[in-house]
T-cell receptor, first 113, second 111 residues
Framework: NAGVMQNPRHLVRRRGQEARLRCSPMKGHSHVYWYRQLPEEGLKFMVY????????ESGMPKERFSAEFPKEGPSILRIQQVVRGDSAAYFC???????????FGDGTRLSIL | EDKVVQSPLSLVVHEGDTVTLNCSYE??????LLWYKQEKKAPTFLFMLTSSGIEKKSGRLSSILDKKELFSILNITATQTGDSAIYLCAAPTDSWGKLQFGAGTQVVVTP
């Protein structure tokens, strides 16, 4: 009974490159959430998706960041032209419904050189 | 603006002690409050509380919600070194489940 799977676990990019973070929700979960944890800060909501739909992206920067959850395959968080300030842990969570507990993946630690 | 505030930010206890963690919230359309334990990896779900005054218990951990005073507490009895972690409190701020997290309480249990 696999949990939320994220990959890669660690990702190193140089400034200006693109970062792609992947998340496969738990089986039976159709709600996917992305959160960012900056050093010394708490978890901050970025975006909420269901299959093929972005429901709420109010926490995601308007530029350089995008997310998708296609009909087939994992959810992707994409960061274009990365900058040092994007260095953080990015966590994905999933739930079967909005009023059910979210279960988290192990996160992707993104480091920008 | 919705907010969740945890206290203390950190504490150090000896094995066998009891710890009490606090979480206060201001959420416009309150639905529930959740507790998570975060060690080095994923936050692990502990409890979801929706009703006031009903204690939820799992082993040495328990939690209760007070919807009148807008807070929750998480108790850990007979602490062990494996309880060392950051404990996170969160509340959904809309019907889709978008979570507002507190800053967390770092608990260190020394042998």
């Amino acid at each position: 009974n696999a949990g939320v799977m994220q990959n890669p676990r660690h990702l190193v990019r140089r400034r200006g490159q693109e970062a792609r973070l992947r998340c496969s929700p738990m089986k039976g979960h159709s709600h996917v959430y992305w959160y960012r944890q900056l050093p010394e800060e708490g978890l901050k909501f970025m975006v909420y998706l269901q299959k093929e739909n972005i429901i709420d992206e109010s926490g995601m920067p308007k530029e350089r960041f995008s997310a998708e959850f296609p009909k087939e395959g994992p959810s992707i968080l994409r960061i274009q032209q990365v900058v040092r300030g994007d260095s953080a842990a990015y966590f994905c969570a999933s739930s079967p419904a909005g009023d059910q507990p979210q279960h988290f993946g192990d996160g992707t630690r993104l480091s920008i050189l | 603006e919705d907010k969740v505030v945890q206290s203390p930010l950190s504490l150090v206890v000896h094995e066998g002690d009891t710890v009490t963690l606090n979480c206060s919230y201001e959420v416009t359309n309150f639905r529930s409050l959740l507790w998570y334990k975060q060690e080095k990896k994923a936050p692990t779900f502990l409890f979801m509380l929706t009703s006031s005054g009903i204690e939820k218990k799992s082993g040495r951990l328990s939690s209760i919600l007070d919807k009148k005073e807008l807070f929750s507490i998480l108790n850990i009895t007979a602490t062990q070194t494996g309880d060392s972690a950051i404990y996170l409190c969160a509340a959904p701020t809309d019907s889709w489940g978008k979570l507002q997290f507190g800053a967390g309480t770092q608990v260190v249990v020394t042998p």
